[in-house]
């Protein structure tokens, strides 16, 4: 009975561990949907992919979290493991069996349904948050509420191909601005950065744009491929862009 319980305060601990990892991540300009896959990866040591693990190893802060997830990961599965043999070795009898399986599949489909709640996540987040931030030195801003991305305002990284309306045109040519999308960054085939991209910077092949804007625009500007069409495209966006802005300030 002991080594069930101490399995599933394993467990209770893997949950927490991964949680705190992907908040932290986070917390360096990670999107919480790749945080979480990053830190629950880590910690099983299922690996990343080529450019996932880019974004980990140019970023000393990022690193260190990823480090200390594999080796609390290989520990914690290696523990997990020994206490669930340990568990079923134990039993005298199929009665005794069965009631320890009983209770693992109680304890793990609770732990299960905790880990999925919504009030749970917010929670934890709210306190490893204030914890983060009184304990480490790691910058905590809310860049989702600063940029009002909890409404129909997003930042997507683009990738720009040789179809692609982007391609092949500066800032200044493109007028992007005019639809209300912003550029943010734009990071080159040599991982070279470019923040704040100014009018006359190219927009080339390969090139990963970072935009920011209305859902439905930059949607749209991500399907919109060269020529005649792609034109025709802009000069809608503009023009609903302009609705817009006329209908925002007869509000006001």
Same mark, same amino acid.
Do not use: C
């Given at each position: 009975?002991?080594?069930?319980?101490?399995?599933?305060?394993?467990?209770?601990?893997?949950?927490?561990?991964?949680?705190?990892?992907?908040?932290?991540?986070?917390?360096?300009?990670?999107?919480?949907?790749?945080?979480?896959?990053?830190?629950? +990866?880590?910690?099983?040591?299922?690996?990343?992919?080529?450019?996932?693990?880019?974004?980990?190893?140019?970023?000393?802060?990022?690193?260190?979290?990823?480090?200390?997830?594999?080796?609390?990961?290989?520990?914690?599965?290696?523990?997990?493991?020994?206490?669930?043999?340990?568990?079923?070795?134990?039993?005298?009898?199929?009665?005794?069996?069965?009631?320890?399986?009983?209770?693992?599949?109680?304890?793990?489909?609770?732990?299960?349904?905790?880990?999925?709640?919504?009030?749970?996540?917010?929670?934890? +987040?709210?306190?490893?948050?204030?914890?983060?931030?009184?304990?480490?030195?790691?910058?905590?801003?809310?860049?989702?509420?600063?940029?009002?991305?909890?409404?129909?305002?997003?930042?997507?990284?683009?990738?720009?191909?040789?179809?692609?309306?982007?391609?092949?045109?500066?800032?200044?040519?493109?007028?992007?601005?005019?639809?209300?999308?912003?550029?943010?960054?734009?990071?080159?085939?040599?991982? +070279?950065?470019?923040?704040?991209?100014?009018?006359?910077?190219?927009?080339?092949?390969?090139?990963?744009?970072?935009?920011?804007?209305?859902?439905?625009?930059?949607?749209?500007?991500?399907?919109?491929?060269?020529?005649?069409?792609?034109?025709?495209?802009?000069?809608?966006?503009?023009?609903?862009?302009?609705?817009?802005?006329?209908?925002?300030?007869?509000?006001?």
């Amino acid at each position: 009975m002991f080594a069930i319980v101490s399995l599933i305060v394993i467990v209770v601990v893997s949950i927490i561990v991964v949680r705190v990892a992907t908040v932290a991540l986070s917390l360096t300009g990670l999107s919480n949907q790749l945080a979480r896959f990053q830190a629950r +990866s880590a910690f099983t040591s299922t690996g990343f992919t080529t450019s996932e693990t880019e974004k980990v190893m140019r970023h000393p802060v990022r690193r260190k979290i990823i480090m200390t997830l594999m080796i609390l990961g290989n520990a914690g599965i290696v523990t997990a493991i020994s206490s669930l043999i340990v568990s079923f070795v134990g039993a005298e009898s199929s009665g005794g069996l069965w009631l320890r399986i009983a209770l693992l599949a109680v304890g793990l489909s609770a732990l299960w349904v905790l880990s999925y709640s919504d009030w749970v996540d917010h929670r934890m +987040s709210e306190f490893i948050q204030r914890a983060l931030q009184r304990w480490t030195d790691l910058e905590i801003r809310d860049y989702a509420g600063l940029l009002h991305l909890t409404g129909e305002y997003i930042v997507v990284e683009l990738n720009v191909n040789a179809s692609d309306w982007l391609a092949e045109s500066s800032l200044n040519e493109l007028k992007l601005n005019d639809e209300g999308v912003l550029v943010l960054g734009i990071e080159k085939e040599d991982a +070279s950065y470019i923040g704040a991209p100014r009018g006359d910077t190219q927009l080339e092949v390969n090139d990963q744009v970072l935009l920011y804007g209305k859902a439905s625009v930059l949607k749209n500007l991500d399907e919109r491929r060269r020529g005649a069409a792609g034109n025709w495209e802009h000069h809608k966006a503009v023009d609903d862009q302009k609705r817009s802005e006329e209908q925002e300030a007869v509000v006001s």
